[in-house]
């Protein structure tokens, strides 16, 4: 089995992300999967500036969300983000959202990113030097 890296974060449910029966809006799963995304790229130096340092951007190319249950406005969600390695030059990364001391699943999803040159939006063939690097030091 190929190991993988998992983080997990808190988020608060804010108003303006309920309809007005108080039910958080579909789209914004995949919002709470980028929150996910975000605080493991920082957890593990791997974020999107440390991507444009190296003049590279990683833009999502595929999002899925399977909806289990509904959050709604003061919830509080747990957002597990795990990446997944691959020889590919692609970064997959699949989430789990739980409302905060409940074990039910409230959804779960997937995203795969590519690699950019920054400059000319070229799409590259193979991984960064430096991601390669970076998987290498995590044992991946």
Known sequence: MTKTLSHTIEVLIRFNEADPLG????GHYIRYF???????????????????????????????CKY???????????????????????IIFTYKLYKKGAPAVIATGTTTQVFLEKDTQTLLLNNPAFFEAWKKQQGL
């Open 68 to 90: 289990k249950k509904s959050l709604k406005f003061g919830d509080k969600v747990i957002v597990e983000a795990t990446y997944h390695p691959c020889e590919a030059a692609k």
């Open 23 to 26: 039910i958080v809006w579909h």
């Open 34 to 64: 980028e929150d996910g995304r975000e605080a493991f790229g920082k957890q593990y130096g791997i974020g999107y500036m440390d991507f444009f340092k190296e003049n590279v951007v990683v833009p999502i190319v595929h999002a899925e």
